[in-house]
């Protein structure tokens, strides 16, 4: 009986220990598994950085004429 406890003791807390870094994981707004994000470049020149949440869409090919016309870059993903 004893080593029953024990057992469910030891998978209780590691669910709840995975469940637990999971969310963490998944809340973070900084974490990536392969690469450092980029949050600042250090520049002398004055510039913004166009990024594109949501795409491709219904107005993915006005948003890039849009771009191609002004000579603007911009990122999707």
Known sequence: ???????????F????SIVYFTNELASSRNFQ???KPVGKVE?????????FDDGP????????????EENVKGTFY
């Open 1 to 11: 009986m004893k080593k029953i406890f024990i057992r469910i003791s030891v998978v």
């Open 13 to 16: 807390v590691l669910f709840f």
């Open 33 to 35: 598994f392969f690469t």
């Open 43 to 51: 520049t002398s020149e004055r510039v913004v950085a166009l990024t």
């Open 57 to 68: 869409g219904v107005n993915t090919n006005e948003i890039l004429t849009i771009l191609r």
